[in-house]
């Protein structure tokens, strides 16, 4: 037996129990298999942190986080706590998180599965054998820039203003992460950037040039933000890893697992120089089916197989859990938001059972 892994859960608001407890359940079957010990650990984020102690993020959450090996994040959020002031909403929470722990590389596969193809609203032929990675800077560029706010004009007329800037060590971090999941991957990298119009654009696009020469078994490729968003609804297929700024990243990445067309399969990596990394589903909190067993957890369960992929280095279990998930599909069990005529609708916790099942049985 192994030496343990210390896992804390944040299973957080409205579907987010429901989902976790099949991903747990997972990872205790995957652990008597593999001889993996997990240890988990509880915490609050979100709402359910509000409600307890009035903070989206208490700092015990933080502190348990930082001492474990890894994170597996279900979603925060709820009508009930739309109406707080910014810094006390459940997001301020997740983004405590992700810059708590120094997260600034976000990975997000979008991947069509052959038993869901049908479920994209893109033909046949186009996304079959889809399998992207996008790899988004999470800390920096616009959403972080200074200056930011509305400032007063001197004609007195209003004015919003953000920044979009990158410092070089910003781009080399992220820049190297992409080279190395692209060397784990089809071995293509393409950078998006906008180069044509901004400078800090420019500047990114040389940068990833000048990292290429660490990678010479990598092809890198750049592309402007405005023709990749064309080209992944044209040609999805022509991507491997893609690697981009925090903006272009947010809107290019869901676009990319909109290829997919079910929020509810879909995992994300968010990782650091060092520490642990966050793993989540990339749907919300779905606030209008919680409490009723109608959640798909395998975007958790997913999750849960890229935390033992890229955070626990244990890519056997990972491919072992990715299994279970298409052998499941491949039987005709679908949870209600992938559901399609002559296939057997179930519930949160029977399709977890039915995960546990294909892992024992075989
Ligand atoms: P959402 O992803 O929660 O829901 C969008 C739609 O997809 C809903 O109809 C929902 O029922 C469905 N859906 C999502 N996940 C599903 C699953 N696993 N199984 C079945 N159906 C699923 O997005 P939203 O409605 O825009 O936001 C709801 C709340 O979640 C808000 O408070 C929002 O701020 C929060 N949110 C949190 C995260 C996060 O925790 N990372 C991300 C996005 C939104």
């Known amino acids: 037996m192994t030496q343990p892994y210390r896992i804390t859960l944040l299973p957080g608001d409205g579907i987010g129990p429901e989902i976790m407890a099949v991903a747990v359940d997972v990872l205790q079957v995957i652990g008597q298999q593999f001889d993996l010990t997990f240890e988990f650990q509880e915490a609050l984020i979100g709402g359910a942190a509000i409600d307890a102690t009035g903070e989206p993020l208490p700092a015990a959450t933080l502190e348990t986080c930082r001492r474990s090996d890894a994170v597996l994040l279900a979603a925060i959020g709820g009508y009930q706590w739309d109406t707080l002031p910014r810094h006390l909403r459940p997001e301020t929470g997740l983004l405590g998180l992700r810059s708590g722990l120094g997260l600034f590389a976000n990975l997000r596969p979008a991947k069509i599965l052959p038993q869901l193809i049908d479920a994209s609203s893109l033909k046949r032929e186009v996304v079959e054998g889809v399998d992207i990675m996008v790899v988004r800077e999470l800390t920096g560029g616009i959403y972080f820039g200074q200056p930011r706010g509305v400032f007063a004009t001197e004609s007195g007329e209003k004015r919003g203003v953000n920044t979009m800037a990158y410092t070089e060590s910003e781009i080399d971090r ?19 950037d906008k180069a044509n119009v901004l400078e800090v654009s420019q500047f990114w696009r040389d940068r990833i040039t000048q990292l290429a020469s660490d990678y010479p078994d990598v092809e890198l490729t750049h592309l402007y933000v405005d023709n990749a968003a064309m080209q992944l609804v044209r040609w999805p297929k022509q991507f491997d890893t893609i690697v981009t700024s925090n903006l272009f990243g947010d809107i290019l990445s869901d676009a990319a697992a909109m290829l997919t067309g079910s929020i509810g399969m879909l995992p994300s990596a968010s990782l650091g120089a060092r520490g642990p990394g966050v793993y989540e589903p990339v749907h919300g909190s779905a606030p209008d089916i919680a409490g009723q067993d109608k959640a798909n957890p395998l975007a958790q369960v997913l999750s849960a197989a890229m935390m033992l992929r890229y955070g626990l280095n244990q890519p056997a279990a990972a491919d072992r859990i990715e299994q279970a998930v298409l052998q499941v599909l491949e039987q005709g069990d679908r949870t209600g938001d992938i559901m399609s005529e002559g296939k057997n609708l179930l519930g949160c916790k029977a399709m977890g059972a039915a995960l546990i099942q294909k892992l024992i049985i075989s």
């Open 174 to 192: 992220i820049g190297r992460v992409a080279f190395e999941t692209a060397r784990k991957r089809g071995k293509k990298l393409c950078s998006v």
